[in-house]
């Protein structure tokens, strides 16, 4: 439990509308112009040159940050598609309904976040889906098993898969989780045998 990762959702706005057909169809291809297709072997991958996507996502790790300190549950899976699942590095499937759970228990433990840093890669593009390596960095005053309050900084690395909703970008999967590290109290962490 204590090398959780906290696992973070994206939530991107969608395409802006508009009432004037003409308009719609004239933004539409100004954003086929903003992006770039970029061939890999035998997989093609869509590049957005405008911005959007990742100022969305952007937006959304404000929400995101604001949901964990404020230890909001339903806020923080609201920034969840309803299939979101994560795929440990052991191979295990988490289900949207499994990570709810391990998040309300996460929290629990969390007396208050001092810091959440979050650095978004390079954003690919793949029609209703995007992905990107995310770097995470977050400091807290946890209550661990000892029942006392330690000062807690995990890091990891993970590559996240967003949808696109009606409601905007939200986060579908999380895989490829690299652990980069839990300190305690400012010391590598080893956990009890049992």
Same mark, same amino acid.
């Given at each position: ?68 300190? /404020?230890?909001? %549950? ?5 920034? *969840? !598609?309803?299939?979101?699942?994560? #795929? ?65 900084? /995990?890091?990891? %690395? ?5 949808? *696109? !909703?009606?409601?905007?970008?939200? #986060? ?23």
């Amino acid at each position: 439990m204590i090398s959780f990762i906290l696992v973070v959702s994206l939530l991107a706005a969608g395409g802006p509308t508009t009432a004037a057909a003409g308009a719609s169809e004239v933004q539409s291809q100004d954003v086929r112009l903003e992006r770039k297709i970029k061939v890999k072997g035998t997989k093609s991958f869509e590049r957005d040159k405008s911005k959007p996507v990742r100022k969305a996502i952007e937006e959304w790790y404000a929400r995101n940050i604001a949901a964990f300190n /404020a230890k909001d %549950v339903a806020a923080i899976m609201a920034l *969840r !598609t309803d299939d979101f699942h994560t #795929l440990t590095p052991d191979g295990k499937v988490n289900t949207r309904a499994d990570m709810e759970m391990r998040t309300k228990r996460f929290l629990e433990m969390i007396d208050h976040f001092i810091s959440q840093e979050f650095q978004i890669g390079t954003i690919d593009l793949r029609g209703d889906l995007a992905t990107a390596y995310v770097t995470q960095k977050t400091v807290r005053m946890q209550r661990l098993p000892d029942g006392v309050l330690h000062k807690v900084e /995990a890091a990891a %690395v993970q590559r996240e898969w967003w949808k *696109r !909703t009606a409601e905007g970008w939200k #986060l579908h999967k999380v895989d490829d989780i690299r652990d980069a590290g839990l300190l305690v109290d400012d010391k590598p962490y080893k956990p009890a045998s049992r």
